[in-house]
């Protein structure tokens, strides 16, 4: 059941409201699954017909009839610019969540401390976009670093909160190492790549999310291969298997080029329309010369597609 055992009312209450808030995030993801929340959205939250917003102006949220914070948040930040708080992860393993100022007796601080003590879950908004974010939940802090002003934080594997036991620091991190790419990492390049590109794929322009990837320039498993958005590009599904699959590749001009054997063939409409037009046209590109395709690694990749289809 519960991490906590709630030895009161005021347990209870505090606990169903935690509980309250995550179906209300189910139910407004389940419109739009894997994708990005509205602020507006996200605090429209009631309980017991009563307004409490979890996302306000401060990064650590604690209604007023909570002792333990209910939400944390890190703000959004344009690709480029260096954030005001580098929130960051453990190495592969826990989130790194910095104070809120020095002060570790502050409020904030210390409602943070006691989800700690209570081991209660917390709702994580990471921003993607202005007034933008991507909810995920539950988290748990399972530490605190006080010489380097931070709290340590695990998600939760599955989305659910049964499972949560008491683990040594260790365990956590490595537990939490394939978590939190499945569940922070991915989920988060995919939300800023969608939010650079318009939710459109870069070479047919088809603007359909739920049909859409965020498909690596460089594959994860290589130094450059950062899920960062200069190393993504929207593609649509049957764009972005012909991108891994080398039978289309992008020079680092940002100029399509497709596999000659695939030019050559005779086919129906899928191939004429779909990859043999795809031929000599340039990607879409996202606004922001930050969220562009890195050349670079473009480049890198563009001598693999070259080996890969012999041209
Ligand atoms: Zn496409």
């Known amino acids: 059941m519960w991490p906590q055992t709630p030895s009161d009312d005021q347990g209870l ?15 407004l993801l389940s419109a739009s699954p894997g994708e990005t929340l ?4 996200i605090n429209t939250f009631r309980f017991h017909g009563q307004l409490i917003r979890p996302i306000v102006q401060t990064g650590i949220r604690k209604p007023k009839s909570m002792d333990a914070a209910l939400t944390i948040r890190t703000t959004f930040t344009p690709i480029g610019k260096e954030p005001p708080y580098q929130d960051s992860t453990d190495g592969p393993g826990l989130i790194l969540y910095k104070y809120r100022g ?5 409020p904030d601080n210390q ?7 209570k081991r209660v879950p917390l709702a994580y908004f990471v921003g993607i976009a202005s007034g933008r974010y991507l909810p995920v939940y539950p988290v748990y802090v399972v530490g605190e670093d006080s010489h380097k002003h931070e709290f340590l934080v695990e998600i939760a594997a599955d989305g659910e909160i049964t499972n949560w036991e008491s683990r040594t620091l260790d365990q956590s991190r490595r537990y939490s190492e394939a978590v939190v790419k499945v569940r922070l990492h991915q989920p988060v390049f995919r939300a800023r790549v969608m939010d ?3 939710s459109t794929c870069a070479m047919c322009h088809l603007r359909h999310p739920e049909l859409l990837d965020a498909a690596h320039i460089l594959p994860d498993t290589h130094l450059r291969g950062q899920p960062v958005v200069p190393n993504g590009i929207a593609l649509c599904k049957l764009h972005h298997a012909a991108f891994d699959r080398n039978f289309i590749g992008v020079r680092p001009d940002y100029s399509i080029v497709v596999r000659q054997s695939l030019i050559d063939e005779t086919d129906g409409p899928t191939l004429l329309h779909g990859i043999q037009e795809m031929q000599d046209k340039r990607l879409v590109l996202p606004k922001a010369k930050a969220a562009r395709p890195d050349p670079e690694r473009l480049e890198e990749r563009f001598q693999e597609f070259c080996e890969a289809s012999g041209a």
Request: charged share 25%; net charge positive.
């Open 38 to 41: 509205r602020s507006e959205a």
């Open 13 to 27: 209450h505090q606990a169903s409201l935690r509980t309250a808030l995550f179906r209300h995030l189910d139910k």
């Open 102 to 106: 020095l002060d570790p007796l502050h």
């Open 111 to 117: 409602a943070l401390r006691t989800a700690m003590e």
């Open 196 to 198: 650079a590109y318009s």
